[in-house]
Every structure is written in C-alpha cells, then in structure tokens.
C-alpha cells in the first residue's frame, strides 16, 4: 500500500530552521506531484508548496515565499522542505502529499492529492 513518512519536525524559536523530509519507499515516485500542507489547530489544512514529478516547477504558498524550499530526489524517493526564518504562525502539523501526474500543474487543494502522509509537528516560539 502507498503510504508517506514525514520526519524531522520539531520546536524551534523563531527566526530558527527546520528540514522536513517525507519518504515514498512504495510510490512510483517519479511520477507523482508531491507537495507539503499543514494545519494548525482549529484551523483547515492548508497548502505550503508543491514541486512537479521532475523538480523543475514548484509553487508555494504567498506567507513562505522566500523561506521555504521545496526539492525533491527521485533517485531517493524523497522530497523536503527547507524551512528558514521560522514564525511562530508557521506552527502546524506538516503533511506531505503525492498526486500521480506527469504535468507541470501544481493543485493547491487538498482534495486533488491522494496520497498522504502521518504529519510531522513543527512548533515554533516566539
């Protein structure tokens, strides 16, 4: 069964870095979208970013535009995020997720991927 595992979230303080990675042992990587959502307590989930199946395209949410990176590693069949000059309102459980595809659009709504991962927590204090 497909299934993805986040790793490497954590409490930081703000202005902190943190590296999340997430890892498709069972997908046919190359094929798939993969992005990063996150949700916050009390509040939906949300898109962070996204990447294309060959890591050339990417797309990311306006609020960590600058601060986030997200790549990706066929070979290793992982993707990360790259987190820098960390806030307190990026505080959320981190989700990534694949969506089979071979097209360079990157959908920023949770109901087009189908593939998910556990979450990774990731606190940030001020």
């Known amino acids: 069964q497909e299934h993805l595992v986040e790793s490497g979230g954590g409490l930081v303080q703000a202005g902190d870095s943190l590296r999340l990675s997430c890892a498709a042992p069972?997908?046919?990587?190359?094929?798939?979208?993969m992005a990063w959502f996150r949700q916050a307590p009390g509040k939906e989930r949300e898109f962070v970013a996204a990447?294309?199946?060959?890591?050339?395209?990417?797309k990311y949410r306006d609020s960590v535009k600058g601060r986030f990176t997200i790549s990706r590693d066929n070979a290793k069949n992982t993707v990360t995020l790259q987190m820098n000059s960390l806030k307190p309102e990026d505080t959320a459980d981190y989700y990534c997720?694949?969506?089979?595809?071979?097209?360079?659009?990157?959908?920023?709504?949770?109901?087009?991927?189908?593939?998910w991962g556990q979450g990774t927590q990731v606190t940030v204090s001020s």
């Open positions: 069972e997908l046919e990587f190359s094929a798939y979208i």
């Open positions: 990447i294309d199946w060959s890591g050339d395209s990417s």
């Open positions: 997720a694949a969506r089979r595809s071979y097209t360079d659009y990157l959908p920023t709504s949770r109901k087009e991927y189908n593939v």
